[in-house]
């Protein structure tokens, strides 16, 4: 026989008995912490399951109090599993206007060693919630207008980016919290007429970007634009390198560093055009391209004739504007804004519904240069340069983003006539302000590529900790290895594929920037 059965048959002062008895407390004493224990386990795990399924529902879009429930209590049941006796139960979920996310959950576990005293299960429960915050944020959203952005493209743009600052004005306890600007750009990008006499405008044209197109002469063109009785539709071109890629101030004393009035100028006519080369933007009727090239000396047609037709000052001076028809089949106005038919950027506000109506207003033409819009976007945040608008870089309390939305690879259109493109914010590209002067668009965007590069580059680099988003829309051709390496890392690149889910996209970017936390 076993010791333990001679122990529990013996009847000697009943010590079965009395041994069972004493065990009680023990057992008791034992069970209980064991039960504590797996109870705790399961009410933390509890916690964090609604923890995370409340984290879910707030980093997305806003949906009905139903829609995050059925969300929060598919994310407990994942979390919590089936490896344990009992029951749980998501009792509610809240959301208020204040952006709080409140779900509340109970529950039964069963007991397994304290049973035997009479308590079968343990009571446990769990309220998480979550406070939708953006903090401070200064965003400048950069977009794409140009002439392939017309219909659909841009009234989804307008809906998509509408619904972003809608979502970020609600995340936004105080309205001075959330500063955001607007760059439309195309070829060029508009700063608006105002800003006229503003000291960062090369007005008396001093610099090699505004000489090269009047033969090496300083010109101030918005002299040009009185007399020929227009007025500057605000548009700038590119600085010269090495500016052009960095956020070097203006300065008076520097030319290169300030910004070009845009000035399309007239390009030779019918009346004084050579051979059949065909011209967009003639705008003059010029009295004769001979008596020009004799003012300059020219006594026969040099190869570049054109340029000195172009550039000619006279001739702006006398005016004789043709009549008739005001825009051409590409949709540019005649004249020197011709390819500035683009709205004006706006500088960062607290006002929401002026940014609304800034992006209604916005409107499709032109060809596509990403560096010269990126340029604006990193001005309009930037704490100096032409507006000094933005906070410092790196400050504790701000979040500065810009997001890059583009339908089109860098494009500058290539042609028959003298000029082999259009005028835009980097001149023709026989001036070379681009990057290159070859007649092969492939080469002008690889050269406009490398530019767009060294400005992400800049502005994301870790003294200025710019966060940048990039959108690629219906891009069908080339890659998208550049603005992939543009946008900053953690999945701030979007590929999308079809413009119905370009609001997806954008709400995406919206949750992203915005900071949920715990409250309790």
């Known amino acids: 026989m076993s010791p333990i059965k001679r122990f529990i048959g013996d009847r000697r002062g009943n010590v ?47 949906m009905t109090d139903a829609k995050a429930f059925e969300m929060v209590n598919k994310w407990v049941a994942v979390h919590m599993g089936d490896k344990y006796s009992g029951y749980w139960h998501l009792d509610s979920v809240t959301q208020s206007d204040d952006g709080k996310i409140t779900a509340i959950a109970s529950g039964d576990v069963d007991t397994t060693i304290v049973r035997v005293l009479g308590i079968t299960s343990v009571a446990i429960g769990a309220t998480s919630e979550v406070v939708r915050s953006i903090g401070k944020v200064e965003l400048v959203l950069v977009l794409d207008n140009t002439g392939s952005m017309r219909g659909e493209k841009i009234a989804k743009l307008k809906t998509a980016a509408t619904e972003l600052v809608d979502t970020l004005a ?42 090269s197109l009047f033969m090496g002469l300083k010109v101030n063109r918005l002299d040009l634009f009185t007399k020929l009785g227009k007025s500057w539709g605000g548009c700038v071109e590119t600085r010269a390198m090495p500016y052009e890629t960095t956020d070097t101030l203006p300065d008076a004393g520097s030319p290169d560093t300030l910004y070009v009035p845009y000035f399309a100028p007239d390009e030779p006519g019918a009346r004084g055009a050579y051979g059949g080369s065909s011209y967009n933007n003639s705008y003059l009727a010029d009295s004769s391209d001979k008596n020009i090239l004799k003012e300059y000396g020219l006594g ?73 819009g990126l340029t604006w976007g990193w001005n309009v945040i930037a704490p100096d340069g032409p507006f000094g608008d933005g906070v410092a870089y790196n400050g504790d309390e701000w979040t500065k983003v810009v997001v890059l939305m583009t339908d089109g690879n860098n494009a500058n259109a290539t042609g028959n006539q003298s000029d082999q493109s259009l005028y835009a914010g980097v001149g023709y590209s026989w001036q070379g302000r681009m990057g290159t002067t070859a007649n092969s668009q492939y080469q002008r965007m690889k050269a406009r590529d490398a ?3 060294a400005i992400c580059a800049a502005m994301g680099a870790e003294a200025k900790g710019i966060v940048i988003y990039t959108v690629r829309v ?11 390496n543009c946008a900053s890392k953690d999945g701030k690149f979007y590929d999308v594929k079809d413009v119905s889910a370009l609001a997806t996209a954008f709400q995406d970017i919206g949750n992203s920037i915005q900071k949920l936390r715990l409250a309790r």
Do not use: H
Not at 184 to 202: C, E, H, I, M, R
Not at 332 to 341: A, D, K, L, T, V
Not at 474 to 484: A, I, R
């Open 451 to 453: 530019r767009l590069e």
């Open 16 to 62: 079965a008995m009395m041994f069972a008895l004493a065990m009680v407390p023990v057992v008791g004493a034992v069970g209980a912490a064991v039960d504590y224990a797996r109870v705790t386990e399961i009410q933390s795990k509890l916690e964090d399951a609604l923890d995370a399924g409340v984290l879910a529902v707030g980093s997305q879009p806003e």
């Open 170 to 211: 609600k995340a936004t306890k105080d309205p001075n919290d959330l500063r955001i600007g607007l760059v439309p750009f195309s070829q060029t990008v508009n700063v608006g007429p105002t800003y006229k006499s503003a000291t960062w405008l090369d007005k008396d044209g001093n610099s090699a970007s505004a000489k």
């Open 300 to 372: 026969k047609k040099p190869s570049d004739w054109f340029k000195y037709v172009q550039g000619d000052i006279l001739k702006y001076a006398a005016g004789n504007p043709y009549g008739g028809r005001t825009t051409y089949s590409m949709g540019y106005q005649y004249g020197p804004n011709s390819g500035c038919e683009i709205a004006p950027l706006l500088r960062l506000s607290t006002d929401t519904s002026k940014v609304k109506d800034a992006i209604d207003d916005m409107i499709a033409n032109g060809n596509t240069d990403i560096p010269i």
């Open 474 to 484: 219906e891009v069908t051709s080339g890659t998208s290895t550049v603005l992939e």
